[in-house]
């Protein structure tokens, strides 16, 4: 069976820094791309970031420069470094792992709380 399981969340003052992880399991032959959704109170949940095997990103604009994917597949773990952060960056931040036939799957979320 298939997990994502987060950590790292927390709360920071804006301008802070917080490094979250997710570590995956439950498949043989791994994630094609990994990524990072958030979701704020009454708003639909987006991917802010992605990293495929090989390495490329992609940025969701309101994060680009702030926000640095990584992953290590040694581990089965996913990164996401996020920095200059501010309030509307509040929210639940969910992993995110899609798989070559495109199954995708998300994690059970750890909150990010930037106050002002």
């Known amino acids: 069976q298939v997990q994502l399981v987060e950590s790292g969340g927390g709360l920071v003052q804006a301008g802070g820094s917080l490094r979250l992880s997710c570590t995956t399991s439950?498949?043989?032959?791994?994630?094609?791309?990994l990524g990072w959704g958030r979701q704020a109170p009454g708003k639909q949940r987006d991917l802010v970031a992605t990293i495929s095997r090989t390495g490329t990103t992609n940025y969701e604009d309101s994060v680009k420069g702030r926000f640095t994917i990584s992953r290590d597949d040694a581990e089965n773990t996913v990164y996401l470094q996020v920095n200059a952060l501010k309030p509307e960056d509040t929210a639940v931040y969910y992993c995110?792992?899609?798989?070559?036939?495109?199954?995708?799957?998300w994690g059970q979320g750890t909150q990010v709380t930037v106050s002002s």
């Open positions: 439950g498949t043989r032959v791994g994630f094609n791309t």
């Open positions: 995110y792992a899609r798989r070559i036939d495109s199954v995708y799957y």
